[in-house]
């Protein structure tokens, strides 16, 4: 009797010294995590899109009762990721009955082992206020800048088409009912939008360098179908091949077709939706600002559509940069500029236009505010006329790069802009 009390006493004993010890593990802080944009689309108001912006086959105005498959192209990798849903631009409640994340296998298809459902604060579906957005649930899932992901949600009630992105390089697919969980979408018809999808999100324990590219449609990549075709994207695709970078770089396309740097229009002005939609990214480090083009190429009488009162001289525009540049060093991020390519032989071009691009041009190359000026126009242009892309670079409308000039422009960065 007394050597099982003994026992009994010894055990206790045991337990009171180990006990305190197991506790501290448990408590014992992990490596700390934190949130990095992979992925990011620039929201604009369905109700503004210009005639020409709208596509022809499908052309619906609103969904009820179907389900939207959406391609993301991570730029970095990790294996908790999180996405952003927007009704930022939405008049009424955005209801998303059910949504589901999975790694697309080409089309509209999925693969079935990878399908995990998305929750809104533990829940299947959330409502989201008009001006609103929201994330999902962190959920698990390796992500591959080498594979896209397809977020698939269904809109169970009529909802108007409000908040997209327009003419992306990127696929979205529309299925009637809910087809969220459905790996194959044989029937589905093809958008050439993104809808309510604005952002991809993964976690990180070690360090990543977010850089955002933020500008009008040379940055969007119009006329470009393949999206990694970008220079944007192959910027993201030089990093991840350079030792010192791999692994450690996301690089976002924030760009607009037509947009302005000055004036709302298509998609608001830059100077208002810069905050938003380049500071406001997940752990942005950097910023590549390349805007200004259209201030000067779409400058017309008052009356005329989009609307200008009045063409912005280049001080004007000045002025405008340099409030980003401000805007982006108040919050520690760093700045590469970029010159106004050249453009003569667009549908816009004149020749007093083009003195205050050069004059603009000249105030980007004297900064010395920023972390580096990238020289675009020196890059691009023409050896024998200056004032034009070189014809190897040119999409043939004389203002917009092709594949080639793309590439070109990924290249001219240099990467020790991005690594301070």
Do not use: C
Request: no cysteine; aromatic share 6%; charged share 20%.
């Amino acid at each position: 009797m007394n050597a099982f009390r003994r026992f009994i006493g010894l055990l206790l004993l045991g337990l009171l010294l180990v006990h305190p010890q197991a506790q501290a593990q448990s408590r014992a802080p992990r490596a700390e995590t934190h949130w990095v944009a992979s992925w990011a689309a620039a929201p604009q108001d369905f109700a503004l899109a210009p005639a020409w912006a709208v596509p022809k086959q499908p052309a619906p105005s609103s969904l009820a009762d179907q389900t939207l498959r959406q391609q993301l192209q991570p730029t970095l990798g990790g294996q908790r990721l999180r996405i952003r849903f927007s009704n930022l631009f939405g008049k009424t409640p955005l209801h998303i009955a059910s949504a589901t994340v999975a790694v697309g296998t080409g089309a509209a298809s999925v693969s079935p082992s990878t399908l995990r459902n998305l929750r809104f604060g533990g829940r299947a579906g959330i409502t989201i206020a008009p001006g609103a957005e929201a994330w999902s649930d962190p959920v698990r899932l390796d992500v591959d800048p080498a594979r896209s992901l397809m977020v698939s949600f269904h809109i169970d009630a009529p909802m108007p088409f409000a908040t997209v992105h327009m003419l992306t390089p990127g696929a979205t697919w529309i299925a009637a009912g809910d087809q969220v969980r459905r790996p194959a979408w044989p029937d589905a018809t093809r958008s050439m939008w993104n809808h309510i999808v604005t952002g991809l999100d993964v976690a990180r324990s070690s360090p990543a360098r977010v850089v955002v590219a933020f500008g009008d449609s040379i940055t969007e990549g119009a006329g470009i179908e393949e999206a990694a075709a970008r220079y944007p994207e192959r910027l993201a695709v030089r990093l991840r091949g350079q030792p010192r970078t791999a692994g450690f770089y996301s690089v976002l396309n924030t760009g607009i077709s037509g947009n302005r740097l000055l004036t709302d229009g298509i998609g608001p002005r830059a100077i208002d939706r810069f905050r938003r939609d380049a500071l406001g990214q997940s752990g942005v480090t950097h910023v590549i600002i390349l805007i200004g083009i259209n201030d000067i190429g779409m400058s017309m009488p008052a009356g005329e559509s989009p609307p200008v009162l009045g063409p912005p001289s280049a001080e004007q525009l000045a002025a405008g940069l340099q409030q980003l540049i401000a805007e982006a060093r108040g919050k520690g991020v760093k700045v590469l500029l970029g010159t106004l390519l050249p453009f003569q032989g667009a549908i816009y071009w004149s020749a007093e236009k083009e003195l205050r691009r050069q004059t603009l041009n000249r105030w980007i190359r004297g900064r010395f505010d920023v972390n580096t000026v990238v020289d675009f126009d020196a890059a691009l242009r023409d050896p024998a006329n200056p004032l034009a892309l070189n014809p190897v670079y040119d999409s043939g409308d004389h203002l917009h790069p092709g594949k080639v000039g793309h590439a070109a422009m990924a290249d001219v960065i240099d990467l020790r802009g991005l690594q301070d």
